[in-house]
């Protein structure tokens, strides 16, 4: 298993879908996870972090399912603005430095 | 307002040239990190540093250089041995204890070359 693996997409949804990116890491000691949000051509912002089995943030929700290593983030309610690339990321390597996935591209139509 | 400020935006590589990208950050973070991202690709680690004069390579390092004399402070060369430069450079920082904390980013150089 890669270190950390997405669906690159794209995901197309309509306004107001319901969308649902699953990431899965290989480090099982992993403790603190985190998602970010990239739009085009402009740096990773961070969109949710994950300590426990999940975090919800309004229309956003991570959930960590630790036995079988996956993360997801669910969006609800999918506003135009939320067209990104959304970027799975778990610790790893010898000092604990952060492993980004590919990232999962969304985009919401109208 | 803190945070961590990227320059050049944009910068222009000759054949044969080293140039140097520029990362200051006022959040007080120990830890500091270059990562490389092209098109339609994730971020590949260059270089880290969790404290000042001292840092390691990352995962792509070849024809890289980096110092940490400040802990403000860490730019990045790209030297002419770096065959590829193309790309877009993100800076990053963690907070002191950064295990287990997230990384704030710069908001990036696009690299190209004449």
């Known amino acids: 298993r890669k270190e950390v693996e997405q669906d690159p997409g794209p995901f197309n949804v309509p306004e107001g879908a319901t969308v649902a990116f699953n990431c899965t890491y290989s480090n099982s000691a992993s403790q603190s996870f985190f998602w970010y949000r990239q739009d085009c051509r402009k740096e990773p912002k961070l969109l949710m972090s994950?300590?426990?089995s999940g975090n919800e943030d309004g229309r956003f929700t991570a959930q960590l399912n630790r036995a079988s290593q996956y993360i997801s983030l669910l969006i609800r309610d999918s506003k135009l603005s939320d067209s990104a690339t959304y970027l799975c990321v778990v610790p790893g390597g010898s000092q604990g430095n952060l492993i980004f996935g590919k990232g999962t591209k969304l985009s919401v139509k109208p | 307002d803190g945070g961590i400020t990227q320059s050049p935006k944009y910068l222009f590589r000759k054949e044969g040239q080293n140039v140097t990208l520029s990362c200051e950050q006022n959040?007080?973070?120990?830890?500091m990190y270059w990562y490389r991202q092209d098109p339609g690709q994730g971020l590949r680690l260059i270089y880290y540093?969790?404290?000042?004069?001292?840092?390691q390579k990352g995962d792509i390092a070849e024809g890289y250089s980096v110092s940490r004399e400040k802990k403000e402070s860490f730019p990045l060369t790209v030297t002419s041995a770096q065959k590829n430069p193309t790309a877009f450079y993100l800076c990053a920082s963690r907070t002191p204890g950064a295990r287990g904390q997230p990384q704030h980013f710069g908001d990036g150089t696009r690299l190209s070359i004449l």
């Open positions: 959040l007080n973070h120990d830890a």
């Open positions: 994950v300590y426990s």
């Open positions: 540093s969790q404290i000042v004069n001292d840092f």
